[in-house]
Each structure stands twice: as structure tokens, then as C-alpha cells.
């Protein structure tokens, strides 16, 4: 190592290069800063596929049975399938395809492509009158704006056409990948019918239908060719307006009629209505758009801005734009906290340094900082390593680390000056002596991060650019510390009064009554040290046994948005109207409520994805969905606490509301799951009893409920089939009359610009389209020949009950109980519990039935799994790094066995504080035994420089503690208190109260600890 070039001589023999370097490399990082792209949360690869597939008029088990099953069997065989989800309604299938978690990010798209291919292998044995399968591979991609239209005296039809010119303007601006409407309600055209005039006049829907087919059909007629051209014969008859329809002649039974004097022909929106969104208790169409990959999310904010600024100008008194999701604003929030809280780190540190090394000692260090931002800014451009989430919080952690090399450097430049040695000799000494410990150091504590950089899980992709970030900061500190510290000391220190300064304290400058006093400590450790040994370990042993009894363990903490999330369930098989009315309901609490800004509701369907942790909801009628933005965290949580006690009163206990807030990390949805899995659903629904049963005896759980259990109302249609031959009519034909009479059915369609428009017969309103279920036997069955009977003529009306979904986990039903908590217990301490007491229902279980633990920690074990697999590669690494720099299988060993102590701090600060340990504080230690083992290594190595000295064991080790003892406590003390301004950050909290209470002991025991256990291991006497 040493006949490597001394990188710090060669900065002083080339300083002209070395502030040619500096300028253009701080313009770099100046530029690459403005030019960094934004985003809320970092690109991540969203594994989830969904499989829609209408099949209608059949019920929950025929679509589970002849359809999903089908699906879910054939989708089994992608590549990287994790798990096959799969939601059967009656005339709908839902099938959720999940990839592994480890799935390389280039071989997901490969995946879905493989999915739609085994859809299309199979889509021709699916049974007859099925719709699709569609497939949605973008169900993952987030909205982020959401704007919405609403309109007094405007109809929901009108707002959609204001909508659609607008979607098409703002697909034009750069970086829209698309734009989707929420909540459109497709126009129909309604031919209502009397069924007793029908009858009189002897017409049939059928008729109806076939001679409105026949004008309004597009066929060809033909061309005539000439010497010159082909001319075109074009047909006329197709319907260009309403009026069109309504005059329409009919030839039935050898009579001319006017469709309008045999139905009333009237245009408006579907009914029963779609899912649909409401913005402020009023009906609106949601305009969402998703930003293309790389695009820079503040740019493109502002740039909307501008865009619906024009757009709103050009619409009609009346029309008003709303911003409902404004992630732009959100990650301008989260970058100007950032910046805040880099400057206050930057304070800090400044303060540590300038306090600890006077002014031009601590100017040196001081201007260390923008150096190594810049080139950290500079790489992070030139990698594709965006400002979000991750990688804000990576650089206030990495300020805490990167003036450590600086530090080092300097103050050993200063000691030598202090010892009288020339400016350049002691420049370039720190190179000689530390860089490649501290180099190793580094190294060290970024291959601590390597768990998080190269496990495969979700988790671990959400947080991978704090792998990225930190390691990039350290190699930059560490080439800033061995090349332009020393240049910036060789110009900014005075050798003269450093020099002065250290003849106050005789020849040795370490001979002060601070170092006297802690020499003393430090030879009694020495003297005592199976004592020092035995105490730390006791310590530790009490810490573990604390940490794994009173710290409670969680997966991602909450977020810090302002948005509150208001689930509304209605009991299955609910319609969209009684959904409708619940939400109105609650819109009313809301509506000038003090701590809301405003809100939107969604009827039918989730919110968009505005936000990428969100647990998005998809097609039910019984569900509702709020969107309530707050004024502030503290509105946020007054809000949250009077809601859940109003939803408790008696007159909402006939749904199930639930009020939550956002969750960072990948989505959950319930806090503490149970999945209970078997053939049969009967006996699913006993064992899901016993389950929630125990689950509502915890005292630490609220709102216990199961993903699926009630039935729903239908009936059963008995046609007697003699009859019905006998009469010359078909079981299809009487599905056919009921559904045209009760709820409509399509004839044809009016073509109007880009819009199919259906044309829909039905009984006339007021009359038999809204019969009650005692006239359902009256209701008409035409026949051949214009005649018409009454239902009870040839079927038997019964009254049953069916399932209203049915939920299958790989391919048997999965009926889940879940809860929230009802106090600040973390979900995976009582989903421990709650586990172990499970465990007697278990071994009672019959062959083939589950009873799996899910929910929040079902996902931290798959990103712990995922880092524990990584983990022997890290250990690896550094014992390899370690075993380079001190070529020593003992000294390597003993340098190990230092990692663990920070748990002693952890424990002790996350118990003091109340700070839960999750995936975020389990980064924080991580990072805490890379520094540990950073400084413990430097120590470990000096003592080693001086032992090869020929300075007596018992004196190296105190010597070189004692002049390590300032460096490694002013690298402690900046590293801990530019943690502070984390501590208030409710994601980085639980990190930085991790390394803050770690370090502080971990730092101690450095000083006193391995000195003591260097020692002991070697047998050194005292001199």
C-alpha cells in the first residue's frame, strides 16, 4: 500500500489543477441539483396484474367455478408467480396475479406480456357470453394530479365532453404518459315501453330490435368502377340524432309504426349509474395523470398548472376546475423539509466542528460539506438516482458521516503542525498513516447497506437509493478527505499558532488535564478488564432481553401526508344508489367541517392511485371511498379521533366505516390478519368464527371484519320447461324480457363522434322497470307473434340466497379476518399473540384447512428474509476488507464483535423514546455497526502502527486510544446530532433515534471496551 501514489502530495504539487477540480465540480453538482428529478416516492416496480372478466347473469359459484378457476389455473404458470388472488362476483371475476418479490425489475414486463398471452390461449374456452378477460398490467401507476370537473346546470354528459378536450390538450404536455377520467357516466338512449301497450298492438322487443338493427346497420353497397375512379356507394339510414330514432317506421306484423308512438325515446345517463365521484358532496368528472418515467414532478406540476389555467379559461360560466391529488405540491413540501433539515444538519455539524477545532480548523471541514454534496449530486445525475423520499433522507444521514474522513484528516494534519512539522509534510502524513484505514472504514460502513441494496423484496426496492445515496457520499468523502482537505489545510491553517498553541501544553499536547483524566480511566479499564468485559456483556444480554421484551416492532410508519382515507362497506349485494345515499350521509359531517380543505368521495369504485403505498379498492357496489384533505398533521389526527367516534354511534352500525391514514411502504391494507384457506365455504366460515372471535377479545383491536361472509338476496326463476316449449319460448328469451323490463337491455347503437352510444329498451318508468318483488309474477313474457303472458304462467318464482363474492388464495377460498388497532400497540406485537393462541384452533383443524398470519407482518418478514439472505455476502465483504487493512484473523475477529454493541444504545433510546423498531429503524442499524465497525477498525490499526513501532503493547494500545479518542468522538458527535432534525420526520424518526442512542454508547465502549478487550485477547501486561 505504501508504493501507492500519496494522493494528497500530489493535490499540493498540483494545486492549480486542484481549484480547477473544485470549480468545476461544485458547478456541476450545482447543475445536476436543479436538474435531479422529483417524485414523492421512489421508482418502484408495482408487481400486480389485474384480470377482469364479465360473464353476466351468473352467480358467485358459477363465475368461481367455470371461470375463475379456469383463469387462475392457466395464470399459475407465469414466470415469477407468487401468488394468484382472485375475487369471484356474481357476473363478474376479478383475478389479482402477483409476482415474487425478488422478480427482476426487467422481467416483470416479460411476465405480463406472458399473462396476456395465456389469456389469450384460453379465452375461447371460456364459457359462452363471457366478456374478456382484460388484463391491467398499469394498475400500479400513480395519478399525480387529479383534477375534477363539476358544473351547475352542467349534466354529468356535458362535463364529460369539457373533459375529454381537456384530457386530450394535457396528453401535449411534457412528461404525460396519460390521462384517465373518473367517474364517467356513459349516455344512453331509452326506448321506455308499456308492456300492456305493447301487448295491445302485438309488438315484441324483438321486433323492435330487428327493425331498428336493420336501418341503423353499417354495410357496404358496393362501388362502380370507371375509366378513372372507383366511386363509392354509400347507404343512408343510420341514425344521426335522437329525433332520428323517435320517427323511425317500423314494419310489425304488416303494419307501419313510429318507433315514438309505440315507446317513449329519451337520452340521458346510465341507470343504474356506474361507479362514480363526487368532489365536495357534488357530482364531477375526475381528470388523472400519470407522469412518464424519468419526468421531473415539480416541473411537470407547474406545468399542468399553466395548461388547466388556459383550459379552465375556455369553459363555461358555471364549470369549475377543482385540484383534488397534488403530488407536486406534496414533493415540494417534502423537498424544501429537506432542505431545512440538511441545513439544520449542516448547522450542526458546523457547530461540532468550529466548537472542537477552533475557526480555521473548523473552516477546513466546513467547506468539506458543499464539496462533497455537489459531487454526490453530480453522481446521483449521472446514475438516474431521482430527490424523493429515500434518497432526501439518505443525504441527511450521509451529512452525519461524510465529515468524518475530513475530520480525521485535518486534525491529524493539526496534530502534526502542533508537533512542528511543516505544512506539506504534514498534509500528505494523514494519506501515510489513515487514509487507508479510514478508506477502509468507509468502505465498511457502506457495505453495512448492502442488505438493502442487493435483497430482493419490496421493501428493499422501495429503499434501495439509501444504499445508492450513502455509498456514494462516503467514497466521495473519503476522495474529497485524501485530495482537497489537504489542500484546503495546506492554504487555511497557521502553523505558527497552532504551534503556540501546543507549547502551552509542553512537548506532548496530549498531556492536559482532560487526557490526563481520561488516560486514568482508561489504563483502570485496561487493569480491570475482564470486569469492563463481563459488565458490557451483562449489559448487553439485559438490552437484548429488553429490546426483544418492551420494543415493539412495526413494518413502515405512517405517513406524514395530510390526507385521511374513509372506507364505507354496505353488507353485500347492496346497490350503488344505497351506497350513494350512505356516502351522502357522511359528506354532510364533512361539509364545513374547520380541520377539512377539502374532499372527494367515490361511489363504486377506490380512489386513484394518487399516492403509491395506497391499498386501491376496485369494483363493488357497496363500497365507498373519501379522500378528506386536511389543513394540517394536527387537523389530521383531531379529525381522525372525532370520526372514529361518530362512525361508533348506533346510527352507522348498520355499514362499516373505517378511518385511516396513509401508509408509507408497500400497501397493507389492514394493520392484523388472519387468512383462514379450505375446499369448503361452510366450514371456512365456522373456523373464520372461532378466529374472530379471539380477535375481538383483544383489547388492543378495533373494527374486526372478515374480507367476505354474507350472502345475498336473489330469486330463482323456475321456468317449467313443458310450458315454455309449448308456448314457443326459451329459457333465454324469459332471462332476456325480465332483464329489458327491470333493467334494460341494448337493441343497437347511436354512433356520435368517438362515442358508441347504446340504445336501450326498457319498461317504462314509474311502471314496470321499477316493480316491486311481490309484481315480479305479473311482469309480461312476449311471445311469438306480438302475444305476451305474464311470468307466473310458465315459472315458479323462489326466493335464495347465494354468495355475494367469494375470495380464492391460489385456488381455494380465502375468507380473511382483519382489524385495526384501537391504541398505539404496534399490529405485529398482538399479531404475535394472537398467533401463539391460534395455534390450539390449529391442531384441530381438518385435513386441508389454514390458518395463515398475515398483514403488516407478513410483509416485514418477507423484507427481513429478503435482507437476512443478503447478509452472509455482507459479512463477507467486510470481514474481507477487514482482513486487508489488519491482516490479522484476532484483530478482525475482535473489530466483529464491537458490531453488536450498538443494540445496547438502540434498545435503551427506542425504550426511552417509545419509538417502535421496523424496517426503517432496522436501517438505522445497519448503518449504526458499519460506523462502529468504522471507528473500531482506525483504532484497531493504530494500535497495530504503533506495536510495529516497537512502542510496547500496554503503551500503544493507550497511546493510540488517546489519540484517536478526539477524532472518533467528533465523528460520533457530528454523526449524532445531525440526526436531529430526522427525529422530527415521522419515517426517518424511528432511524434516527436508532443511531443517535447506538452511537452515543457504541462510541463509549469503542474508547473503553476494545482497548480492554485488545488486551485481554492478546495478554498485555502492564509495562
Not at 215 to 225: L, R
Not at 645 to 652: C, E, K, L, W
Request: some cysteine; glycine content about 8%; charged content about 20%.
Amino acid at each position: 500500500m505504501k508504493r501507492m501514489p500519496n494522493l494528497s502530495a500530489w493535490a499540493l504539487k498540483h494545486q492549480q489543477m486542484v481549484v480547477y477540480l473544485i470549480i468545476v465540480l461544485m458547478a456541476a453538482g450545482a447543475i445536476s441539483y436543479f436538474k435531479l428529478g422529483r417524485a414523492e416516492d421512489p421508482d418502484f416496480t408495482f408487481k400486480v396484474m389485474v384480470v377482469r372478466t364479465l360473464w353476466p347473469g351468473a352467480t358467485a359459484e358459477q363465475v368461481e367455478h367455470e371461470l375463475t378457476e379456469r383463469i387462475e389455473k392457466k395464470l399459475q404458470e407465469t414466470p415469477w408467480v407468487d401468488v394468484v388472488r382472485s375475487a369471484s362476483k356474481p357476473g363478474e371475476s376479478l383475478v389479482f396475479v402477483q409476482l415474487k418479490d425478488y422478480t427482476p425489475k426487467p422481467d416483470v414486463p416479460e411476465s405480463w406480456r406472458q399473462v396476456r398471452k395465456k389469456l389469450d390461449d384460453i379465452r375461447y374456452t371460456l364459457p359462452e357470453g363471457v366478456q374478456g378477460p382484460f388484463p391491467n398490467d398499469e394498475f400500479g401507476d400513480v395519478q399525480i394530479n387529479v383534477f375534477a370537473l363539476t358544473g351547475d346546470g352542467f349534466d354529468l354528459a356535458q362535463l364529460r365532453r369539457y373533459a375529454d378536450r381537456i384530457a386530450l390538450d394535457l396528453k401535449h404536455v411534457p412528461d404525460v404518459k396519460r390521462v384517465e377520467l373518473i367517474g364517467v357516466q356513459d349516455e344512453k338512449i331509452y326506448l321506455e315501453a308499456s308492456s300492456a301497450k305493447l301487448a295491445a298492438m302485438g309488438v315484441t322487443p324483438a321486433q323492435i330490435a330487428a327493425a331498428l338493427r336493420l336501418q341503423n346497420a353499417v354495410a357496404p353497397g358496393g362501388f362502380v368502377e370507371t375509366g378513372s375512379d372507383r366511386v363509392w356507394m354509400r347507404v343512408s339510414g343510420e341514425f344521426d340524432s335522437v329525433a332520428r330514432i323517435r320517427d323511425a317506421d317500423l314494419v310489425v306484423n304488416g303494419q307501419h309504426l313510429r318507433l315514438g308512438d309505440i315507446v317513449k325515446v329519451t337520452r340521458g345517463l346510465s341507470d343504474p349509474p356506474k361507479p362514480m365521484m363526487r368532489v365536495g358532496g357534488v357530482p364531477a368528472i375526475g381528470i388523472g395523470v400519470v407522469m412518464d418515467k424519468g419526468g421531473n414532478v415539480i416541473q411537470l406540476g407547474e406545468n399542468l398548472k399553466a395548461a388547466m389555467q388556459e383550459e379552465s379559461a375556455a369553459l363555461p360560466a358555471g364549470v369549475e376546475v377543482h385540484v383534488v391529488a397534488n403530488q407536486p405540491e406534496v414533493v415540494k413540501g417534502s423537498i424544501s423539509l429537506f432542505q431545512e433539515s440538511l441545513g439544520e444538519a449542516i448547522l450542526i455539524v458546523l457547530a461540532v466542528s468550529f466548537l472542537s477545532l477552533g475557526w480555521r480548523t473548523g473552516t477546513v471541514v466546513a467547506l468539506s460539506i458543499p464539496l462533497v454534496l455537489a459531487i454526490t449530486f453530480f453522481l446521483m445525475k449521472v446514475f438516474g438516482i431521482d430527490l424523493q423520499r429515500i434518497s432526501l433522507g439518505a443525504l441527511v444521514i450521509a451529512l452525519g458521516l461524510l465529515v468524518d474522513d475530513a475530520i480525521i484528516a485535518v486534525e491529524m494534519m493539526v496534530v502534526k503542525m502542533e508537533q512542528g512539522w511543516d505544512k506539506f509534510r504534514a498534509a500528505t502524513f494523514a494519506y501515510t498513516s489513515t487514509a487507508f484505514p479510514m478508506l477502509t472504514g468507509t468502505l465498511i460502513t457502506a457495505a453495512a447497506f448492502t442488505p438493502v441494496g442487493f435483497s430482493k423484496s419490496a421493501a428493499s426496492e422501495y429503499t434501495i437509493s439509501i444504499f445508492q445515496v450513502v455509498t456514494i457520499a462516503l467514497l466521495t468523502s473519503w476522495i474529497v478527505a485524501v485530495v482537497f482537505t489537504p489542500y484546503l489545510g495546506y492554504r487555511l491553517l497557521d502553523q505558527k499558532k497552532l504551534i503556540a498553541q501546543a507549547q502551552k501544553h509542553g512537548e506532548d499536547i496530549y498531556d492536559t488535564p482532560f487526557y490526563r483524566r481520561f488516560r486514568a480511566l482508561l489504563t483502570w479499564c485496561l487493569r480491570n478488564r475482564w470486569k469492563v468485559i463481563l459488565a458490557t456483556l451483562l449489559i448487553f444480554v439485559v438490552s437484548m432481553a429488553a429490546f426483544g421484551k418492551f420494543v415493539q416492532k412495526q413494518f413502515f410508519p405512517s405517513a406524514s401526508r395530510v390526507e385521511l382515507m374513509v372506507d364505507v362497506w354496505l353488507p353485500q349485494g347492496a346497490s350503488l344508489k344505497a351506497t350513494a345515499h350512505e356516502v351522502g350521509r357522511i359528506e354532510q359531517l364533512l361539509n364545513g367541517d374547520a380541520a377539512v380543505e377539502h374532499y372527494s368521495s367515490y361511489i363504486g369504485n377506490g380512489a386513484p392511485r394518487f399516492f403509491l403505498s395506497l391499498e386501491q379498492q376496485l369494483f363493488a357496489d357497496n363500497f365507498g371511498q373519501f379522500v378528506i384533505v386536511t389543513k394540517g398533521l394536527k387537523e389530521r389526527e383531531d379529525l381522525l379521533h372525532r370520526l372514529q367516534q361518530r362512525f361508533a354511534a348506533d346510527d352507522f352500525s348498520h355499514i362499516r366505516v373505517r378511518v385511516v391514514r396513509l401508509e408509507n411502504g408497500p400497501p397493507i391494507g389492514y394493520p392484523v390478519q388472519f387468512r383462514v384457506r379450505g375446499e369448503d365455504v361452510s366450514q371456512l366460515r365456522d373456523i373464520a368464527g372461532q378466529v374472530s372471535s379471539l380477535m375481538r377479545a383483544n383489547p388492543h383491536l378495533q373494527n374486526v371484519n372478515f374480507s367476505w361472509n354474507e350472502k345475498i338476496k336473489s330469486v330463482r326463476i323456475e321456468v317449467d320447461q313443458d310450458k315454455a316449449r309449448h308456448l314457443g319460448v326459451s329459457s333465454q328469451e324469459v332471462s332476456q324480457a325480465l332483464q329489458g323490463w327491470l333493467n334494460g337491455i341494448a337493441l343497437t347503437q347511436y354512433r356520435e363522434g368517438d362515442q358508441l352510444i347504446d340504445v336501450v329498451f326498457r319498461g317504462q318508468k314509474g311502471q314496470a322497470s321499477e316493480v316491486s318483488l311481490d309484481r315480479l309474477p305479473d311482469l309480461d313474457v312476449p311471445l311469438a307473434g306480438g302475444r305476451h303472458v305474464p311470468l307466473a304462467q310458465l315459472a315458479k318464482l323462489v326466493p335464495v340466497q347465494e354468495e355475494g363474492v367469494i375470495w380464492r388464495r391460489n385456488r381455494l377460498p380465502d375468507m380473511t379476518v382483519r382489524a385495526d388497532m384501537a391504541d398505539q400497540t404496534q399490529p405485529a406485537t398482538v399479531s404475535v399473540a394472537l398467533n401463539k393462541q391460534l395455534d390450539e384452533l390449529r391442531a384441530k383443524l381438518p385435513p386441508g384447512y389454514y390458518i395463515e398470519m398475515g398483514g403488516s407482518i407478513e410483509e416485514s418478514a418477507k423484507g427481513e428474509t429478503a435482507i437476512a439472505a443478503v447478509m452472509p455476502m455482507m459479512l463477507v465483504g467486510v470481514i474481507t476488507l477487514l482482513m486487508i487493512q489488519l491482516q490479522s484473523i484476532s484483530r478482525t475477529v475482535m473489530v466483529l464483535l464491537t458490531a453488536p454493541l450498538g443494540l445496547i444504545g438502540v434498545a435503551l433510546a427506542l425504550l426511552v423514546f417509545h419509538v417502535p423498531f421496523g424496517f426503517v429503524a432496522n436501517l438505522g442499524f445497519i448503518a449504526l455497526a458499519g460506523m462502529i465497525m468504522r471507528n473500531s477498525v482506525i483504532l484497531v490499526d493504530q494500535i497495530g502502527q504503533d506495536e510495529a513501532a516497537g512502542i510496547p503493547r500496554w503503551d500503544a494500545i493507550i497511546g493510540a486510544t488517546v489519540r484517536r479518542f478526539r477524532p472518533i468522538m467528533l465523528t460520533a458527535a457530528a454523526a449524532i446530532l445531525a440526526m436531529i432534525p430526522l427525529t422530527r420526520q415521522v419515517f426517518w424518526g424511528p432511524m434516527a433515534v436508532s443511531i443517535m442512542g447506538g452511537l452515543v454508547v457504541a462510541t463509549l465502549l469503542t474508547c473503553l471496551f476494545l482497548p480492554a478487550l485488545y488486551a485481554a485477547w492478546f495478554k498485555v501486561r502492564e509495562a
